[in-house]
């Protein structure tokens, strides 16, 4: 078999920002099942202010958790395909944080922007999905 023929087959190699996208995006996930635990423990105990809100905002959470957990995932494995949504995230996180630092503080806005650009600027660098030669626009 011809080098050629070989490497054609051979998976690419994951970029280094990827990864970094991955841990971002794993992270993300992590402190969002961490948000979800703390309304499952309020729904339990009965403190919730508002039970109908808690379930509401528990089940968002839960939902936007595995959908990062997943886009973790497959960015470690490298593929290209969360790219975009990394990007359209991390992105829609930039105002939440500064809420975050308006409302609760800068010791926690900031931090949260810091995350959400890290995750911004690592996805943006990862090239994006080749598509096939055939694809019409």
């Known amino acids: 078999m011809s080098p050629a023929a070989s490497s054609s087959t051979d998976p690419a190699p994951v970029p280094p920002q990827a990864y970094t996208a991955a841990g971002v995006c794993g992270f993300q996930a992590f402190l969002l099942f961490g948000a979800a635990a703390v309304f499952v423990i309020a729904l339990v105990r009965g403190t919730a202010a508002e039970p109908t809100e808690a379930v509401m905002t528990l089940v968002v959470a839960l ?75």
Do not use: C, K, Y
Request: cysteine-free; glycine content about 6%; aromatic content about 10%.
């Open 63 to 137: 939902v936007f958790a595995t959908l990062l957990a997943v886009m973790a995932v497959h960015w470690w494995r490298g593929s290209r395909w969360p790219r975009t949504p990394t990007i359209v995230w991390n992105i829609l996180m930039l105002p939440a944080a500064f809420t975050l630092a308006s409302s609760s503080g800068l010791g926690v806005g900031i931090p949260f922007a810091i995350v959400a650009l890290v995750g911004l600027s690592a996805a943006w660098q990862t090239p994006p999905p080749q598509l096939p030669e055939d694809t019409a626009l």
